[in-house]
């Protein structure tokens, strides 16, 4: 398989925590921005960037929503920072089923960051005025394959011309056939 060298993106947010005051913020903007209609009410609990907040200890961690995980996992971190004690999982940007955080309340479906597609900065770090939140950009070269890329292109027109629905259906059909 012909693999190509291409430049991507990569797009991340720098947090720190001793700047965070716990505002939370950034959870209703984030928020507001998904909702259907857009802007058309704001929840916490559906926010893909949360607080983890602990105020007698003065621990505010904003963590963004990564990747779903079916399961939890095994082992568990504790980390130590400044003589502060953070929970563990604290850090931990999984949809996970071993906490409430990054779950749409209403399906459980998880919730990820997009990075607020279409925006030219992140709405999260717009909003934290406390300058918690940094946008940073980076280009980086990655390898990929050229022909992974080719099928995908290629399923998408195909999908574009005769709708997703028709294609399941048609490969549905061959696959009986063999
Ligand atoms: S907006 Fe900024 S200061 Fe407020 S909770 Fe979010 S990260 Fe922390
Ligand atoms: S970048 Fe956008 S989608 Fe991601 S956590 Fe911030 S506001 Fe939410």
């Known amino acids: 398989m012909k693999v190509e060298k291409k430049k991507k ?34 929840n916490p ?19 963004y929503a990564g990747e779903y ?8 971190d504790k980390y130590v920072i400044d003589g502060k004690e953070y929970e563990e ?15 749409e ?14 925006e030219d900065e992140p709405l999260c770090v717009k909003w934290c005025l406390a300058d918690a939140l940094v946008y940073e950009e980076r280009e ?5 394959e050229a022909e992974q890329e080719e099928l995908e292109i290629g399923l998408e027109s195909m999908a574009n011309k005769y709708g997703l629905q028709k294609i399941l259906d048609t490969v549905a059909r061959m696959s009986k056939k063999d």
């Open 140 to 144: 980086e070269e990655v390898e990929e």
């Open 9 to 42: 993106i990569i797009k991340s947010i720098k947090i720190d925590v001793d700047k965070c005051n716990g505002c939370r913020a950034c959870e209703v903007i984030c928020s507001s921005f998904h909702a259907e209609p857009k802007y058309s009410s704001s």
């Open 69 to 76: 995980t079916p399961a939890e996992c095994a082992g568990r």
């Open 89 to 103: 999982c604290a850090f931990c940007r999984a949809s996970c089923p071993s906490r409430p955080e990054f779950k």
């Open 105 to 118: 309340p209403d399906s459980g479906l998880p919730l990820k960051c997009d990075m607020c597609e279409g």
């Open 45 to 63: 609990a559906r926010s893909r960037i949360r607080v983890i907040r602990e105020p007698y200890t003065d621990i505010y961690i904003p963590v």
